[in-house]
Nanobody, 125 residues
Framework: QVQLVESGGGSVQAGGSLRLSCAAS????????MGWFRQAPGKEREGVAT???????SYADSVKGRFTISRDNANNTLYLQMNNLKPEDTAMYYC???????????????????WGQGTQVTVSS
């Protein structure tokens, strides 16, 4: 059974930084796409960043240059380093995973079936 547990959310002022973590268990970690998604109140969930098994990354235009996704295969953990945070980054952030072939290039627009419970990020101006 796949389990994803996020942590690291919180409240920061604009310009600040946060690092989200997602502890993963229950599947052959290396053969999955993994990603971070977010949903703000009244808005649809949107992709933030994804990474495949060979660490090919994709980012939403709104976070390029500010956010960095990474994965530690040895510890089965996914990270999202968020710098220069803006109020519009305020949202619930979710970790997601889905089985894929090795080096699969389409993780950003992939359909994910495994989701964590979310961690709240609030950025004040």
């Amino acid at each position: 059974q796949v389990q994803l547990v996020e942590s690291g959310g919180g409240s920061v002022q604009a310009g600040g930084s946060l690092r989200l973590s997602c502890a993963a268990s229950g599947y052959p970690y290396n053969n999955y796409c993994m990603g971070w998604f977010r949903q703000a109140p009244g808005k649809e969930r949107e992709g933030v960043a994804t990474i495949n098994s060979v660490r090919y990354t994709s980012y939403a235009d709104s976070v390029k240059g500010r956010f960095t996704i990474s994965r530690d295969n040895a510890n089965n953990t996914l990270y999202l380093q968020m710098n220069n945070l803006k109020p519009e980054d305020t949202a619930m952030y979710y970790c997601a995973a889905e089985r894929a072939t090795i080096a699969f290039p389409g993780c950003f627009n992939y359909k994910y079936n495994y989701w964590g419970q979310g961690t709240q990020v609030t950025v004040s101006s």
